[in-house]
């Protein structure tokens, strides 16, 4: 997972987690101030566009809903108890 790997370049202690590894575990423990907070949410959206950008461009995407083909939501029935 692309988000695992740079929050770890960037020092974050995150995990895979979950049924079929399809969640993350991000340890809030060293994030005393709620501007670490903001940061690290800013870091995540970031992540997250270039993932999309790159994938946009990748695969010659051109509109929503070919997007959402390429990069389907997980179903909501894949957490585990």
Same mark, same amino acid.
């Given at each position: ?10 020092? @974050? ?16 423990? @060293? ?11 800013k ?7 270039d ?23 997980i ?7």
């Amino acid at each position: 997972m692309e988000i695992i790997f740079q929050l770890g370049k960037l020092g @974050y202690p995150v995990e895979q987690c979950h049924f079929g590894r399809r969640g993350v575990r991000i340890s809030f423990h @060293y994030l005393h101030e709620a501007k670490d907070v903001d940061e690290l949410f800013k870091i995540m959206e970031k992540i997250h566009i270039d993932f999309l950008t790159k994938l946009v461009a990748r695969k010659g995407i051109k509109t929503f809903a070919e997007l959402q083909k390429e990069s389907p939501n997980i179903s909501d029935d894949w957490m585990e108890d």
